[in-house]
């Protein structure tokens, strides 16, 4: 088989354009050199690897989690990313990343694509252990991102603490539930001046 490194160079400028969108959460709160979608992924794949031996119950397949955590944001390579306060415009997000990857994957082997493609709508349907491990790290990446922007001073976060959704991630996970409330509390404190 010989490889077409054109093809190739057109699939790995379409990954590098993670490096330089910013997550527009941030953005919209005033932070205008927060994390790019490729930090977050980062932050995903990181914690995904570290926390799965955390979790004794159920059993969760961590090679495929991961691989699951390095995939999810792809599709932001061509639609950019859709925050969470305008997912109601955007009824068929899902559908466009879909669409997105398939795209960004056209110029690699049937089987990438086939792989692919099966681990993002396993993601976005939510329904095995991994899809909902990987779906509580995002939230958790967010949490762990949210504190240190407080921490550096940006104000304007609350949303992402008062959204009762993100915490309803964790209760399938109590190790992850149990550091998600930690950092709730460790930001009430904050927040009332007692640290």
């Known amino acids: 088989m010989t490889t077409d490194c054109n093809k190739l160079d057109t699939v790995f400028r379409d990954f590098l354009t993670l490096k330089k969108l910013r997550r527009t959460g941030w953005q919209l709160r005033g932070i205008r050199e927060g994390e790019s979608i490729a ?65 960004v994957l056209e110029p690699l082997s049937a089987n990438t694509k086939e792989e692919t493609l099966k681990l993002f709508v396993e993601f976005e349907e939510g329904k095995t252990i991994e899809a909902r491990f990987v779906k509580a790290i995002d939230k958790l990446e967010m949490l762990v991102t949210a504190a240190e922007y407080e921490k550096a001073g ?42």
């Not at 940006?154 to 309803?168: A, I, M, R």
């Open 39 to 103: 930090d977050h992924c980062f932050g995903v794949v990181l914690l995904t690897h570290l926390l799965i031996p955390e979790i004794s119950s159920p059993q969760i397949n961590r090679e495929k989690a991961v691989a699951m955590a390095i995939i999810h944001e792809l599709g932001e390579t061509r639609i950019g990313d859709i925050p969470y306060t305008t997912l109601k415009y955007f009824p068929d997000k899902s559908k466009m990343e879909y669409d997105a990857i398939t795209d």
């Open 154 to 195: 940006f104000s304007g976060l609350t949303d992402f603490w008062e959204n009762p959704f993100t915490f309803k991630v964790f209760e399938e996970f109590q190790p992850l539930a149990q550091y998600a409330k930690y950092l709730l509390n460790k930001r009430r404190q904050r927040v009332n001046g007692e640290l």
